[in-house]
């Protein structure tokens, strides 16, 4: 049977982390790390997601400095939002929650964001970065699905990987961390021949499809580590992945479930980014390299 890799419990061990460094360094800085998340709208599961997002920040110190504009915001009023949240010295860490209401176009206002306090490391420039093995603030649910494997000292330099997607959230950044991390990375996506097949050839199988169930059996190697981005609500009731849990846990290695896996790690990689961003605005060490990737 697979080790669970539970990212419920190294969430709760990094917000420890996160709390302590908070704590040592506050009075130095004179003031906690800020965190502002920009709504626009009223879509309710961003709700939701922003009140998960704001409970995370009370919880190891961060102050949430997020605004909350209506539906009918004009570009020109959000981007006013994110210039102020750009120019306010109390806040190191900006997130412009999508989707976006229709209308209002997200790649201008994402571009506005000042790059050193792009939380979600979705900036162009900090993808670029990337990109190039230069630091910079990473995309939270690749770092945190890097953080999981490294928790479990589960070895990346020279494995052969494949990542199912290829989208700018996950997939591609995926492919670049564990490439930069020595592994032998292929994508795979919507038009890729043979998906069982190149599954298989994977040693670390991360599957970011976005498709209920898409990864069976069939598709893993046996001994391979299987981390499950998906998720996705059944109709029934409850939460399920993109990987069939019943059917690969016996076969794989190490799993990660759904919920529980992938998801709290995302939110936590968004309070490191906040808290890395706070000590380099103020030149100080932050003691978190081992969360840098
Ligand atoms: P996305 O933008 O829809 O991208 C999905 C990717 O999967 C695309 O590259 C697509 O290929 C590929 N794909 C779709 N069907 C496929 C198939 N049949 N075979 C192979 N590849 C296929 O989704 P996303 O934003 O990356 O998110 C993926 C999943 O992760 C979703 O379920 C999402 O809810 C979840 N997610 C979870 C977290 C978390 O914190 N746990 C965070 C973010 C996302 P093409 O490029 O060819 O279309």
């Known amino acids: 049977m697979a080790l669970i890799l539970d990212g419920r419990q190294l969430a709760a061990e990094l917000e ?4 302590a460094t908070i704590a040592e360094r506050q009075g130095t800085i004179g003031r906690p790390p800020g965190l502002a998340v920009l ?6 599961a961003s709700g939701v997601y922003v009140a998960n997002k704001e409970k995370a920040c009370g919880r190891v110190g961060i102050t949430s400095l997020g605004e909350h504009l209506g539906a009918d915001a004009g570009p020109a009023a959000v981007l006013a939002a994110v210039q102020r949240l750009n120019a306010d010295p109390a806040c190191d860490g900006i997130l412009l929650q999508l989707p976006l209401p229709a209308g209002l176009e997200e790649g ?4 506005a964001i000042d790059p050193e306090k792009d939380a979600d490391g979705l900036h162009t420039l900090n993808l670029g970065r990337l990109l190039k093995g230069e630091p910079g603030p990473r995309s939270c649910t690749p770092a945190g699905v890097m953080a999981l494997l490294a928790r479990h000292q589960l070895p990346l330099a020279g494995r052969r990987a494949v990542v199912v997607g290829r989208s700018i959230l996950v997939g591609k950044p995926m492919a670049l961390m564990l490439q930069a991390a020595d592994a032998t990375v292929t994508v795979a996506h919507s038009r890729s021949a043979d998906l069982a097949g190149l599954c298989r050839q994977a040693e670390v199988l991360v599957v970011a499809a976005g498709r209920p169930g898409i990864v069976a059996a069939e598709h893993v190697r046996p001994g ?3 981390v499950d981005v998906g998720i996705h609500r059944r109709p029934e009731g409850g939460l399920c992945g993109d990987v069939r849990a019943a059917e690969v846990e016996p076969l794989a290695a190490a799993l990660t479930p759904v919920p529980g896996g992938v998801g709290p790690m995302t939110v936590t990689m968004l309070l490191v980014n906040t808290v890395l961003a706070w000590c380099r605005r103020h030149g100080l060490a932050h003691g978190l390299d081992d969360l840098v990737v």
Do not use: H, I
């Open 39 to 44: 709504r626009v709208g009223d879509d309710p």
């Open 108 to 111: 201008p206002l994402l571009a």
């Open 16 to 19: 420890a982390r996160l709390r």
């Open 224 to 226: 391979a580590v299987v």
